[in-house]
């Protein structure tokens, strides 16, 4: 599986710097809106209504409950969000879209939000805690296809009803794109290309 190639990007541009930055989605937007940042790339149901916005859907993604390998629950084979409940949950924090898509679909499901001693919206936070812990979380699909995350943790045979989000670049309409970041949208897109091959070839 391949990742965004930053060095390939900087090849043949002497001087250019590529910064990554992790965020809310609202922060990264109140950082594009200041032109800190040239393009944010993530769940789009955030900006959803912003005329300022471009908007450019990437993916549908798919979300994942997941244990740490070897977890108890991995051996039961019906499970529901109803039957985890009293489980440690580790989730996002309120006020951030991927709070809300999640209480969506507990509501769904006829489940409230269960209690939650941990809130984070750091991967790597969340993928540390739930290896060395018996706490359980919701990620992106992606994640467990992408890096080493699935030699910790693994995916429970439970499904989240709408448990799906659009993923894509957001940009300032009226902003202009350089050589290099429609270099780096294209890497972007090829990255993408590739982990909708993988899920497709895990279908089959």
């Known amino acids: 599986m391949r990742a965004v190639n930053g060095i390939a990007i900087t090849t043949g541009r002497p001087g250019l710097q590529i910064s990554v930055l992790e965020g809310h989605p609202e922060f990264l937007v109140r950082e594009l809106r200041s032109r800190r940042i040239e393009i944010v790339v993530g769940r789009l149901a955030f900006a959803e209504g912003d005329r300022d ?15 740490r390998r070897g977890h108890p629950l991995h051996d039961q084979r019906r499970l529901s969000l109803r039957g985890l409940r009293g489980q440690s949950w580790i989730l996002p924090p309120p006020d951030t879209a991927f709070y809300r898509q999640l209480a969506q679909s507990f509501e769904m499901a006829g489940v409230d939000v269960p209690p939650h001693s941990v809130r984070t919206l750091s991967t ?81």
């Open 53 to 67: 916005l471009d908007k450019e859907m990437l993916y549908d993604e798919q979300m994942a409950v997941i244990a």
């Open 124 to 204: 790597p936070v969340t993928l540390g805690l739930v290896a060395r812990t018996d706490a359980i979380a919701v990620v992106p699909r992606s994640i467990l296809t992408l890096g080493s995350a699935s030699s910790e943790v693994q995916a429970l045979r439970v499904k989240l009803p709408q448990a799906t989000g659009p993923v894509g670049f957001v940009r300032l309409t009226e902003a202009s794109a350089s050589p290099a970041m429609l270099a780096f949208m294209d890497c972007c897109r090829t990255v993408v290309a590739d982990i909708l091959a993988d899920w497709d070839h895990k279908k089959a």
